[in-house]
């Protein structure tokens, strides 16, 4: 193929921008609150996550991207797009966005949720109970803890925090001193419920409530006696949220983290949200306030914060209105009261989750906390949760004398305040806290027991694709190994000597490890399945993944499309690779799933001339994964666990025809259809195979 050679597969016209494409990813998901086929409560749901994603998404990716401009970067990625232009495309395109959100929300949402007796109601509807009673609520709860701050020289404009509900208030009159700024700033507490629900006794319908902005806004004139409220109007501020803690500053990383939160609060502004029919004169004074452009506002039909809304789903009782609800199935073989140790110790078992429960993770820690014949365990800790039964695990094996030691990742973004706490819990129950590597982020997925028996002493490890959360667990699909083979286990604790200790503690024998040989390893069997393919063998690579960006990894794929590699991707998010360019990715299709639970595996299949492998893990195949994070990919090698992985996690996504969507090669998505064949949902599919 010498002409298929000269080809140049560094060209940004074969590379899709990463902001850009996972702007569609969250059009996927906005797309969920639109299907009249999911449970209207899950709709309202979806619109909260999409919405929830947009802030982080501000927070983080154009955060970062106005750093690059004011620094007069020109970075760019593989796209070669700059970072001033690809600001204004997603401003075009966030803007869109947010516009279908509350279009959505005030005229699909609202209006089917009062057909099922769920109203949020605003102050022109209230009846005479409710104005009765929302007075009397505001005046016990909102009005000893609201402070107004008037405009003036001597109340300059406050501080405000990082996605906090706000209001303008336009004033006329003077108030007791005299003076008469005309602008007044009201912050709500954190605190304060954003959702309210009426009691019955007032109530006009079984589900009746009032957003906390509904009730300061009608009752503003209360907080400025003696004036006249010309208007109030609901703002909130996006700010940076990156800590952007460098790790050679020296130092306890802890309280390098531990300040750093305070300033994320008020960091530089990003994006402002404001009323949609605050006068342009008052929107354009607080755009000024926080040093943003036209580009940079958004003017809103509905609540600022549309996150908020998610406090109605567990007020409302209706069953009908959400998913049906499920128990996770026991296998076969950890039913009952068994000895995990006897079972791992026969062979390995391999747990699909949310389809299987989570809970065999956190009996093992159970079990091995009351065992006295364990001495160690070792564990990391990416994110866990409130109240976390893994944690409590821990701290009973630390008071019970055994070695415990944790790897946690303070770093987990967003999750640092809890993971300090977590951190200080542990220590204090006598583990071994250690916050990982300078410089990479321990993302790995990984316990370790080490228990006595006779004169031996045997390893135990669990590795995962997901993190060590039980909620989590019941809502994001991941695969989970329990084993006891010597290689695996041994591997297992290499890699926690280089977490905890100095040095090199050697060549792993089974896992694949980011920084070191993850990135090599799988550009070596793209290639493998790029040469087979070349001598007419049949030859096949199969990924699942939440994102990929590398563009190594990308033009590898593109030289194994080219040599005849039939290639599946399964990219629940960010896709920078361009299928579908004749020439080029031909033999590249690209699919996403968005359904009822957050696909979350990660999982590696290559053909390998008919002696198929399969890898599961903990990185995707993005740069930071590949080269700036701890990650660990463990081969699946039992026949039958090698054929389970395969069918459930990547054959029977690739057959779904209801919640997936096809990468075109213009970077838009196109939802399949399953016409006139028949409806098949993979993760449909999969409750029912478990739980019935």
Known sequence: MPAKSLVNLKNSKYYLNRELSWLEFNRRVLAQARDTGIPLLERLFYLCVASSNMDEFFEIRVAGLKQQVDFDSTSHGPDMIKPADLLQQISLAAHAIVDEQYALLNDALMP???????????????????????????????LPVLSPVSLDPAHPFPQVLNKSLNFIISLEGKDAFGRNSGLAIVQAPRA?????????????????????????????????????????????????????????????????????????RFASAVRLEVQADCPLDLAAYLMSKFDLQDDDVYLVGGPVNLNRMLAILPMVKRPDLKFPAFE?????????????????????????????????????????????????????????????????????????????????????????????????????????????VVGHKTHAKMILIVRREGRQLKRYVHLGTGNYHTRTARQYTDFGLFSADQALSEDVQKVFQQ???????????????????????????????????????????????????????????????????????????????????????????????????????????????????????????????????????????????????LQEGLLDYLADNTQSWVLQSNGGYKRISAGNNKPRSAQTSLLKQYTG
């Open 112 to 142: 089917a949720l009062a057909r099922e007796g769920i109203h949020i109601l605003l102050s022109k509807a209230w009846t005479k109970k409710q104005n009765e009673w929302i007075k009397s609520y505001f005046n016990r709860e909102l």
């Open 192 to 264: 304060l419920p954003r959702m309210v629900q009426l009691p019955a006794s007032c109530a006009s319908h079984p589900h009746d409530f009032v957003m906390l902005s509904s009730i300061i806004f009608h009752h503003a004139k209360d907080l400025f006696p003696g004036m006249r409220v010309i208007g109030c109007y609901q703002f909130r501020v996006t700010r940076n949220a990156d800590l952007s803690v460098q790790d050679d500053e020296g130092g306890d990383l802890m309280l390098q983290i531990e300040g750093k939160l305070t300033t994320r």
């Open 328 to 436: 996770p199935a026991v296998a076969g073989k950890l039913q009952g009261d068994v000895n995990l140790f006897d079972v791992i110790r026969k062979g390995d078992v391999l747990l699909h989750h949310p389809f299987q429960s989570f809970s065999p993770v956190v009996e093992l820690l159970r079990q091995a906390a009351a065992d006295p014949e364990v001495l160690v365990i070792k564990q990391t800790l990416y994110r866990t949760g409130n109240d976390s039964s893994i944690v409590d695990a821990l701290v009973r094996a630390a008071h019970e004398g055994k070695e415990v030691t944790v790897v946690i990742e303070l770093r987990a973004r967003f999750d640092e305040e809890e993971n300090i706490e977590l951190a200080n819990e542990l220590q204090e129950a006598g583990a071994h806290v250690s916050y990982g």
């Open 499 to 645: 977490l905890t200790a100095m040095g090199k503690p050697g060549k792993l024998k089974k896992i694949l490890q980011a920084p070191f040989t993850l990135h090599k390893a799988i550009l070596e069997k793209i290639e493998r399945e790029t040469v087979l393919a070349g001598k007419g063998r049949p030859a096949r690579i199969i990924a699942k993944l939440n994102a990929l960006t590398e563009p190594s990894l990308i033009e590898a794929l593109y030289r194994a499309s080219r040599a005849g590699v039939r290639i599946d991707l399964i990219v629940r998010g960010t896709c920078c690779l361009r299928p579908g360019i004749k020439g080029i990715s031909e033999n590249i299709h690209v699919r996403s799933i968005i359904g009822r639970f957050l696909e979350h595996s990660r999982l590696y299949y290559f053909h390998n001339n008919g002696e198929f492998e399969i890898y599961a893990g903990s990185a995707d195949w993005m740069e930071r994964n590949l080269f700036r994070r701890v990650e660990t990919a463990f081969p699946i090698e039992d026949r039958r666990m090698k054929q389970k992985v």
